[in-house]
């Protein structure tokens, strides 16, 4: 099962429970921690991790509030140390956690994390950040800021990259399954199906690529 909680604290965006039984992995808790709990306790969840899409403040302001694993790509975790590089700067905010007592584990491409008996993939996919990842479990994939509904993520952020971005794009829609339901960091979901038709930057990069 998955739970969509839409956070306006800072800015919108789209934090996702992935459960399976009575455990839970939360996908980038950057808001709502009154509906986050309340989901957690009305469903008697075990919170088995944090994934980190990628460590921008939108995405991360919750990571303190649960105690609990918290896994990125290995070259995402300078960003998530850095208020300048994670945009807690940019936003006028403290980080309101201490980086030095989270627990943090580093992932790379194509690692898997158990749910369970069920599989969660790494994909590295650079372009928005450095270290910037997707999940894959079973067909849904939680893209964060890499793909967007007929969009994608910027690439003018620190650490961004537009010629990382396109190589990330194109290797999604053109190799995932049609089926595969997309959940954006932001926004509405969508389906690769649904990408390979509408997706502009998809469609301007894969000729120029």
């Known amino acids: 099962m998955i739970k969509k909680i839409v956070s306006t604290d800072i800015i919108d965006m789209n934090v996702y429970l992935i459960i399976d039984d009575s455990k839970c992995f939360i996908v980038d808790p950057g808001g709502n921690y009154s509906e986050i709990e309340k989901t957690i306790k009305e469903l008697d969840l075990e919170v088995l991790g944090i994934l980190l899409t990628h460590a921008h403040v939108d995405h991360t302001f919750l990571i303190g509030k649960f105690n609990c694993p918290i896994y990125l790509h290995e070259k995402e975790v300078e960003i998530l140390k850095y208020s300048n590089l ?3 700067d940019s936003f006028s905010l403290d980080m309101p956690f201490n980086y030095l007592k989270l627990d943090l584990r580093k992932v790379k491409n194509n690692d898997e994390i158990f749910l369970n008996d069920k599989i969660i993939k790494v994909l590295h996919t650079p372009g928005h950040t450095k270290g910037s ?3 894959l479990y079973e067909n849904k994939l939680f ?3 890499t793909l967007f509904k007929e969009s994608c993520g910027r690439c003018d952020l620190p650490t961004g990259s ?3 971005m396109a190589k990330s794009l194109v290797y999604l829609i053109d190799n995932l399954d049609d089926s595969v339901k997309v959940y954006p960091g ?3 979901s969508s389906t690769i199906k649904h990408e390979k038709k509408f ?3 998809y469609k301007y990069y894969k000729k120029v690529l």
Do not use: K, Q, R, T
Request: glycine share 6%; with cysteine.
């Open 86 to 88: 994670s945009l807690y």
């Open 162 to 164: 537009e010629v990382d």
């Open 186 to 188: 932001h926004d509405d």
């Open 133 to 135: 990842v997707c999940y």
């Open 143 to 145: 893209s964060g800021d």
């Open 199 to 201: 997706n502009a930057p």
